[in-house]
T-cell receptor, first 113, second 111 residues
Framework: GAVVSQHPSRVICKSGTSVKIECRSL??????MFWYRQFPKQSLMLMAT?????????EQGVEKDKFLINHASLTLSTLTVTSAHPEDSSFYIC?????????FGPGTRLTVT | GQQLNQSPQSMFIQEGEDVSMNCTSS?????WLWYKQDPGEGPVLLIA?????ELTSNGRLTAQFGITRKDSFLNISASIPSDVGIYFC???????????FGTGTRLKVLA
């Protein structure tokens, strides 16, 4: 149990375009999901908390208009990177809480050219 | 954002050796989690701890919830090459909705 998937696993996009990343809890319902960003050889940086049926809570310094989060159902949260730029290239990972434990998706490698 | 201090930052060990790492916080937590992350993948939950003083094992891994509730320890016995990766601790405080992650310990095992 407690499996989280992400799609796509890798994406390359051109500067100025938008990219949507999906995070799904496959065998449980998650009212709360988290989105992280990870730079090479660094720890996980929490970007925002996604709440089903309500607005996401963004961490300080994260642009909510650039990183749009939608949690439309109990099993799906999406992160849209709008008007992507090369500095947005990173590894994005989502997680969901089940039974007080946090389970991560496999991550999405975003490269903006 | 806030991060927990993990020690050591990185370590090289010989195959078969035991490994110890720890995680410390300035605040009290009521849950500690330990994860392993392989390159290009998401972290995988190894052990969860819920009670001060709790000692929990998962195969060759053993983790402990410090009695002060401000630290946690992870031990790996008889390391093997596939133990290579980054180990993260994460703590959760009562009344909050998110976990705070450690800085990570990068483990390299020499065959």
């Amino acid at each position: 149990g407690a499996v989280v998937s992400q799609h796509p696993s890798r994406v390359i996009c051109k500067s100025g375009t938008s990219v949507k990343i999906e995070c799904r809890s496959l065998d449980f319902q998650a009212t709360t999901m988290f989105w992280y960003r990870q730079f090479p050889k660094q720890s996980l940086m929490l970007m925002a908390t996604s709440n089903e049926g309500s607005k996401a809570t963004y961490e300080q310094g994260v642009e909510k208009d650039k990183f749009l989060i939608n949690h439309a159902s109990l099993t799906l949260s999406t992160l849209t990177v709008t008007s992507a730029h090369p500095e947005d290239s990173s590894f994005y990972i989502c997680s969901a809480t089940w039974n007080y434990e946090q389970y991560f998706g496999p991550g999405t490698r975003l490269t903006v050219t | 954002g806030q991060q927990l201090n993990q020690s050591p930052q990185s370590m090289f060990i010989q195959e078969g050796e035991d490994v110890s790492m720890n995680c410390t916080s300035s605040s009290i937590f009521n849950t500690w989690l330990w994860y392993k992350q392989d390159p290009g993948e998401g972290p995988v939950l190894l052990i969860a701890l819920y009670k001060a003083g709790e000692l929990t094992s998962n195969g060759r891994l053993t983790a402990q919830f410090g009695i002060t509730r401000k630290d946690s320890f992870l031990n790996i016995s008889a390391s093997i090459p596939s133990d290579v990766g980054i180990y993260f601790c994460a703590g959760h405080a009562s009344g909050t909705y998110k976990y705070i992650f450690g800085t990570g310990t990068r483990l390299k095992v020499l065959a």
